[in-house]
């Protein structure tokens, strides 16, 4: 994460310099979409994945039908069976609509985040992509200008 941090501002310090007003504006682009990117991460990051209270739900344990209810053998969680927990062994608790454990976040994937998780991969994939298009870009105006000047 930090490597993509420095890189893209280096690379925006860089474009800056070579001041080309077609780069200004890929690199405004760029910016928004790594700006959006970051922010994706840290919802990703700070919301809830879905992990149920053990305190609200522990009036179901009183429950007389049984059937309507599922217990974590891990944790001794007690919620109902429409929440459809599934128990995360890094994390050791149990998330609601469990999709996986995100090592890039550190954090399970679940119920409350899962959508800001698609939008956190869709600005990387595309951040990464608008980086690349205009490294090689500037890369190629850069030796078309230094041909130029060996031509003159």
Do not use: Q
């Not at 925006?12 to 991460?41: G, M, Q, R």
């Not at 053998?73 to 890094?90: L, Q, R």
């Amino acid at each position: 994460m930090c490597v993509i941090i420095t890189t893209s501002f280096v690379y925006l310090i860089v474009a800056l310099i070579f001041f080309n007003p077609n780069f200004l504006y890929v690199k405004i682009i760029e910016t928004c979409t790594f700006i959006l990117f970051l922010i994706t991460y840290l919802m990703t990051v700070l919301i809830n994945p879905g992990i149920p209270s053990r305190k609200y739900y522990s009036g179901y344990s009183k429950s007389k039908n049984n059937s309507k209810i599922i217990k974590c053998n891990k944790c001794n969680i007690i919620v109902p069976k429409t929440f459809k927990i599934t128990h995360c062994d890094i994390c050791n608790v149990c998330v609601m609509n469990y999709d996986h454990h995100c090592p890039w976040t550190g954090k399970c994937i679940g119920r409350y985040n899962i959508i800001f998780f698609y939008f956190f991969l869709t600005f990387l994939i595309s951040y990464l992509m608008m980086s690349l298009f205009s490294f090689i870009s500037f890369i190629i105006v850069l030796e078309e200008n230094e041909l130029a000047n060996r031509r003159k």
